[in-house]
């Protein structure tokens, strides 16, 4: 939690995505490729193969693993590893590459725009899909519903780069103009020096720890909670730049759009186009 070397907060737990597997409806648990995932999901014959979010108006945030995988990314770096705002790769050539490789998806009805936010789960936790992108947050209604799943990471397309989600950090924060700083500043060092408030708080709200000895406390009781903070690792952090706001709509909906067979090239290249406009680029 660092800006130009100075320390801004906290953190204290993950998010990120991963994939949920029904084994009541396939064997294949750790899937390496999407498209070993989609012939287990088609043999298994569940009414969905996968359950990602998709809607309408798209859901960037649930496809990124997809995107990246087929080569697309949002912005560049530049030499000190600083994102390039100016970079826009939507509508470049690996983001076409990505469209494409979600277009076939959508042709065979493994994605769909009918799958939503508020379905997708529930499509799981009811024995209707064998497989489902999702994150922490999902495993509460599976858990209680007893569906007999595995956790595994994200496969990406065969051949092609690596599947990265979004990875998200919560953290504590000292507000600059807070009334009681030096309380809010000797809870913050409490958090870092030790897991005690981090495990309080799992037990209300549990969420992926970043602390590695409540991690190595929950392996037992609690593993896939922990498989998410190992998933967050190999996941890319979400650009925290203003210029982020322009992409989420034209980039969502590209990919929504191109589920439903809009031409792959020309819905990306129109994406990306808008998102420059939008910067005035």
Request: with cysteine; proline share 5%.
């Amino acid at each position: 939690m660092t800006y130009d070397g100075q320390y801004y907060g906290v953190p204290y737990c993950v998010e990120t995505l991963g994939l949920f597997v029904n084994k009541d409806l396939t064997d294949v648990t750790e899937p390496a490729t999407i498209e070993e995932l989609v012939e287990a999901g088609q043999t298994s014959g569940a009414d969905v193969v996968l359950s990602l979010p998709v809607g309408e108006a798209g859901d960037a945030y649930h496809m990124e693993p997809l995107y990246t995988s087929g080569g697309g990314y949002l912005f560049g770096t530049k030499s000190d590893g600083s994102l390039d705002a100016t970079d826009v790769g939507v509508g470049g050539e690996g983001s076409i590459a990505a469209a494409e490789k979600i277009g076939g998806l959508g042709e065979q009805g493994v994605l769909t725009t009918s799958v939503t936010s508020d379905n997708a789960i529930s499509l799981f936790t009811e024995g209707k899909a064998a497989y489902l992108i999702s994150g922490p947050w999902a495993l509460g209604d599976i858990n209680t519903a007893g569906i007999n799943f595995e956790l595994s990471k994200i496969p990406g397309f065969e051949g092609m780069d690596d599947a990265r989600p979004f990875a998200g950090v919560n953290a504590f924060y000292v507000a600059a103009a807070g009334a009681n700083k030096a309380f809010a500043q000797t809870f913050v060092a409490d958090v870092a020096r030790d897991s005690t408030i981090a495990e309080a708080m799992y037990a209300i709200n549990p969420l992926p720890p970043v602390q590695e000895d409540l991690a190595s406390k929950l392996e037992s009781s609690d593993a896939n909670m922990v498989k998410f903070m190992d998933f967050a690792e190999n996941a890319d952090p979400m650009p925290a730049i203003p210029e982020m706001s322009a992409v989420w709509g034209p980039l969502g909906m590209a990919e929504a759009n191109i589920v439903d067979g809009s031409e792959p090239e020309s819905t990306m290249t129109s994406a990306g186009d808008e998102i420059r406009s939008t910067l005035g680029l």
